[in-house]
């Protein structure tokens, strides 16, 4: 299988987070990378070598020339870092190219003039940049519904990439396996779904097949941003099933990391169905919707008392479940209203000032509304004490 490279983008930018992976990494996983959303999260995450100077002094000298890369899908950007100052980056500048697989946000399409530009003068100045691969980021996938179908965008996508990259071994020359060009590729439903490449159907052998092939021929690497977190929209990708398979843990919401405190403003059960006021909208929740069920984020059934019994808990990841639950069902602003959906029999009863908490459907736009996360154990026994608090990283 190919390594793995942790995106270290903009929902795990915390000093919590990273505390000590970085030493950890280097002594145990000298192959493991990272991969950064700014210049300013690379500071502060390389700063985390600070706390084992040992460990700091011993792997400074494993980093080559390329343990940095830019992202790069124009052959203007080239220009651009071609005029900086000396001494701003030792050495040659490290390059992947960014490709569009089929999601059309960046990147240059494998068959495009402007893809064999930015390859030309990327040749033509050797002796300033170095071209280490080629990038994708396979959004386009969140489409996806099954495990199947997210296996489908895995394969589309490491192909698309090796088309580009026969476009470079086409103009370049290369030192055999010592200069094996790298595909890094993934969102995290196609890095969640290469885990069912190991199923042992005729589609996941065909699927195998053409990774493999590909692998034989380039470096392949998987990225993944939320992956450690999870949400309700990965849930909905069901990228892979909610069992257990070839030792891989089940993907389900008992997987979802990220939760948000709100509090219960006011309550109007004579509406057409119960609803509630809840004092967190979009700046809280963000507004992306989530294709598994018609709100912004579910009711999980804790509560601050330690109740066992709540009711039922909203489920989006059976189709054939009951939709029986409190989600938000409209937002605002600063103001999100809860609706009960189903039969109201065993309907769970709120209360003003009550705390609830939510799994929102995407980690990523609701983690950026808070200055920091407090951090449970839910492997404890008294999995609602605070055992840390992480300061999240701005600047992204």
């Known amino acids: 299988m190919p390594r793995f490279i942790w995106h270290m983008f903009k929902t795990e930018g915390t000093a919590g987070l990273f505390k000590g992976w970085a030493a950890r990494c280097l002594k145990v996983a000298p192959a493991c990378a990272i991969m950064i ?17 040992d460990m700091r002094d011993q792997n400074y000298n494993q980093f080559d020339d390329f343990s940095v890369s830019v992202l790069v899908d124009h052959p203007d950007t080239l220009d651009e870092l071609s005029d900086l100052p000396n001494g701003v980056w030792p050495g040659k500048i490290s390059l992947f190219v960014k490709v569009d697989t089929g999601y059309h946000r960046s ?49 589309l996508e490491t192909e698309r990439l090796a088309d580009a990259a026969d476009v470079a071994t086409n103009l370049y020359s290369f030192d055999g396996d010592a200069r094996r060009i790298t595909l890094s590729l993934g969102a995290t439903p196609t890095a969640t779904a290469a885990q069912n490449l190991f199923d042992e159907t005729p589609e996941m052998a065909e699927a195998m097949q053409r990774f493999e092939r590909v692998k034989g021929r380039y470096n392949v690497e998987l990225h993944a941003g939320v992956y450690p977190v999870l949400d309700l929209q990965q849930l909905a990708t069901r990228a892979r099933p909610a069992y257990s398979n070839h030792g891989f843990p089940y993907l389900s919401r008992e997987n979802l990391a990220l939760r948000v405190l709100v509090e219960v403003a006011s309550l109007y059960p004579e509406r057409g169905k119960p609803e509630a006021l809840i004092a967190a909208g ?4 963000g507004r992306e919707p989530c294709k598994s069920y018609p709100g912004w984020a579910v009711v999980s059934g804790w509560t601050a008392d330690g109740a066992s019994k709540t009711g039922p808990v909203y489920d989006i990841e059976d189709d054939k479940a009951d939709k029986t639950g409190w989600i938000v069902g409209r937002i605002s602003q600063e103001h999100g209203i809860l609706t009960w959906e189903g039969p109201q029999e065993n309907m769970r009863q709120l209360k003003i000032g009550e705390k609830l908490l939510l799994w929102p459907n995407h980690a990523c736009i609701a983690g950026a509304g808070f200055g920091w996360y407090f951090v449970v154990d839910s492997d404890t026994n008294d999995s609602d004490i605070i055992r840390d608090v992480w300061l999240r990283w701005r600047g992204w």
Do not use: C, W
């Open 282 to 285: 979009g700046l809280a929740l």
């Open 37 to 53: 959303s700014s210049y300013e999260i690379g500071k502060k995450m390389a700063g985390g070598m600070n706390e084992r100077k």
């Open 107 to 155: 990147g240059a399409s494998p068959e495009s003039k402007q893809l064999r530009d930015v390859l030309r003068k990327i040749q033509q100045r050797h002796s300033s940049f170095e071209l280490v691969g080629f990038y994708s980021h396979m959004g386009s996938s969140y489409a996806a519904s099954s495990s199947a179908e997210a296996v489908n965008y895995l394969t």
